[in-house]
């Protein structure tokens, strides 16, 4: 009888491991799936939720006073000086848009976009620069194969370093990428929007509103 109980129990003991190896399997397809919308959801919060990107970057977005930096205008002949954040935002608040690169078509449709919605941005009191982790002379290549855009457009490489403006801002995600990015900064160089994500964030309207408040315009 005591046999039997215990040739019971480990029987049971199997068949729960093998239950337990059936239900491992069966999820084990989705795992990847669950972790893929994990990362885009932690990376599309970041602005509110105030991590930075891999490396040196803002710890905290929001209010903080923005990185200063001084690039190259790719959309200007060689030699032009060069654009300096401390400078753009004597004018009023600026927006800066970061871009992975300028040789892909949706970058490239977003910047189109961005130049068909600037004169609701400008009207706001806004400047609108672009930045690209490319060497200037690279990019000026690119540019000049398209439609020229109404807004300066910045190389952020210097000799080997692309990007390093970029992850200055805290743009830099763990898999040692730019992906899209704006940010919003006032007269004082505080940033009052932060976007960054594997999609370019695109409501020109909740933008221009920022900017308008960011000047003081009713």
């Known amino acids: 009888m005591e046999n039997d109980q215990m040739t019971l129990a480990g029987e049971d003991r199997v068949s729960g491991r093998k239950g337990w190896r059936r239900k491992a399997l069966m999820a084990a397809p989705f795992v990847p799936v669950v972790v ?4 885009a959801l932690a990376v599309r919060q970041w602005p509110q ?18 990185p200063e930096f001084v690039l190259v205008d790719a959309m200007q002949k060689e ?3 060069p654009v300096q954040l401390s400078k753009l935002v ?18 490239v449709l977003y910047l189109e976009s961005v130049g068909e919605h600037l004169t609701g941005l400008k009207e706001a009191g806004m400047g609108v620069v672009a930045i690209c982790p490319t060497d ?9 194969n398209m439609e020229p855009l109404p807004f300066p457009v910045l190389s952020d490489s210097q000799e ?37 994500g594997e999609e370019p964030y695109d409501d020109f309207d909740a933008l221009a509103e920022i900017g308008r408040k960011s000047r003081g315009k009713k």
């Open 36 to 39: 893929a919308l994990g990362v």
């Open 49 to 66: 939720a105030g991590a930075a990107g891999k490396g040196a970057g803002m710890a905290e977005p929001m209010g903080v006073k923005a």
């Open 79 to 81: 030699g032009a000086p």
């Open 90 to 107: 004597q004018g009023g608040p600026v927006m800066i848009i970061f871009f992975p690169t300028y040789g892909c078509k949706k970058c």
């Open 136 to 144: 200037a002379v690279a990019l000026r290549e690119e540019l000049a």
């Open 160 to 196: 080997d370093h692309g990007g390093d403006t970029a992850r200055a801002f805290g743009m830099e995600d763990e898999g040692g990428m730019i992906p899209y990015g704006v940010f919003i900064v006032d007269r004082d160089r505080r940033v009052q929007f932060a976007d960054k």
